[in-house]
């Protein structure tokens, strides 16, 4: 579980943690869950996503922190209230599905926060300028506006850095 624009639930690899949090903006998260593999690790989610969201709000997540949590208690809370669901799939698979008792960490990041987002685009505009302000998930936080990064995989840039 994760605190990003709000609550919101995901699959991770073990081997992933906490990289795949920092790159969705998480304030916050908690393994609540290990399974043997990624399909049960979906039935899991699946199971779970019906009491809590499994998208995090980019436009959101970059204007603010998120409202912090106590996420042991959340966790609790959301696998109580999937507990028919969890149960069935436990006794599926008894020795493949197991509940972690792992504490939540903190994630801080250097940000400055926009009042209003305004995405950048190398498909629209070839050229992006501005003074980087922070970053945030796969968000560079430039002063005037927002480049998603990840999304640019693969391009061909160059990158200027001015005194």
Known sequence: IANTS???VGITRATNVPSRWVDQGAMQAIPIFTTQNRYQAGLVEVALKSHVGDKTQW???L????VPMTLAEE???I???AAPALDELMSRYPDDIQRLSEGAIDIAFPSHYLEKITSFSLDKTAEVSGTLQGLK???WVLADGVINIRKFAGYAVTLTVMD
């Open 6 to 8: 709000g609550l919101k």
């Open 59 to 61: 436009r959101t997540m």
């Open 63 to 66: 204007k603010q922190d998120s």
């Open 75 to 77: 966790a609790r809370r």
């Open 79 to 81: 696998i109580t209230s």
């Open 137 to 139: 998930a796969q968000y």
